[in-house]
């Protein structure tokens, strides 16, 4: 069965505004003859005359009149989908956002991230889910809106990322641990029992390899598959934790924080976003939120970077194997 042409619907609903093929033609900027021949075929697909002469004017059968209320609807329906969205109310806006997120992101900055939302958009409301991987398969399904980290390999090519801020990796250990006097040597380091962080249980990471380039090796005492974990459990032990400095930060308190004695790469941590949603007014009120409420801590990006939007294929940062961002 053939589709139906729905601009038949447009020159039906002048037609019968206008009750005439002359006038109606005019106002669609039509020849006589080309309104004439689409007349005939809304004939033919309505099963009806539509439009009969009366004198020297055309009225409208009882089919018109009772497509009329319908037809003008619909044509006032499709000028609204194609008109460029209103101006978004923010005070009446009503919607749910879910934010996906690995641990340490709703402690830093979900207190401000929620206070600003209450303060412009008292009804919006704000969903923060684990983030297990980096899977982009809960955006491309619309279970997720937003989520942050750092980009990777298995990050989907369409996903939109902007840069928020740069990280950069720390060691964490209890109050008191040995290495909370004197200098922290490489050897001292290396020395100690360590934790790994590794969603995927992977056995060594990025520490590994700066340690090895320095003749070192460490013991891993445990794996775990996030921050939280491993810094609770520097907290209880003689264990030590390597993690990103500034997303960590309210999940370090109480702990000795020290600067790591080998060279790891900074990370830069992203805002991901499926492309659907790229001209969403409120979706797109809600990622310069997260961006302000990111950038309001050391280590931010120039506003050029912050501007840098991957199109087609996101910015891809080296992610680190026992990070979990």
């Given amino acids: ?32 003859s080309a309104m004439s021949r689409a007349l005939a ?18 009225v409208p059968t009882p089919r ?22 209103e101006k978004l109310d923010l005070k009446r806006l009503a919607r749910s956002f879910t934010l996906r997120n690995s641990d340490g992101f709703v402690e830093n900055f979900g207190p401000a991230l929620i206070a ?8 919006v409301q704000l969903r923060f889910v684990p983030k297990p991987d980096k ?23 369409e996903v939109r990322a902007q840069a928020l801020f740069r990280d950069r990796f720390v060691g964490v250990a209890r109050m008191g641990h040995p290495l909370s006097e004197g200098k922290i040597t490489a050897a001292r380091f290396a020395a100690g029992r360590h934790i790994l962080i590794s969603r995927r249980g992977l056995d060594r990471g990025p520490v590994d ?55 790891l790469a900074e990370l830069t941590i992203s805002l991901l976003w499926h492309p659907r949603l790229d001209a969403d007014p409120a979706h797109r009120w809600l990622r310069g939120l997260v961006r302000e409420v990111c950038g309001g801590q050391r280590g931010t990006l120039s506003p050029s970077f ?9 910015y891809v940062a080296k992610a680190p194997t026992s990070g979990t961002t």
């Fill in 1 to 32: 069965m053939s589709r139906p042409d729905l601009n038949l619907i447009v020159t039906l609903d002048v037609l019968l505004a206008e009750g005439s093929v002359a006038k109606a033609a005019r106002r669609l900027r039509l020849s006589p």
């Fill in 41 to 58: 075929r809304l004939r033919e697909a309505t099963g009806d005359p539509l439009l009969v002469r009366a004198g020297r004017g055309l």
């Fill in 64 to 85: 018109a009149i009772e497509l009329g209320a319908d037809v003008g609807r619909l044509v006032k329906e499709a000028e609204a989908v194609l008109r460029p969205a």
């Fill in 116 to 123: 600003r939302v209450a303060e412009e958009a008292p009804g």
């Fill in 135 to 157: 899977d982009s398969a809960p955006m491309r399904e619309g279970s997720v809106d937003l989520e942050t980290g750092v980009v990777g390999g298995s990050t989907g090519p």
């Fill in 209 to 263: 390899d700066a340690l090895e380039l320095a003749g070192l090796t460490r013991m891993i005492g445990t794996v775990v598959g996030g921050f939280a974990e491993a810094l609770a459990l520097a907290r209880g032990s003689d264990l030590i934790a390597t993690v990103p400095e500034r997303y960590t930060g309210k999940l370090r308190e109480g702990l000795f924080t020290f600067t790591l004695p080998v060279k």
């Fill in 306 to 314: 912050v501007e840098e939007i991957a199109i087609s294929r996101p």
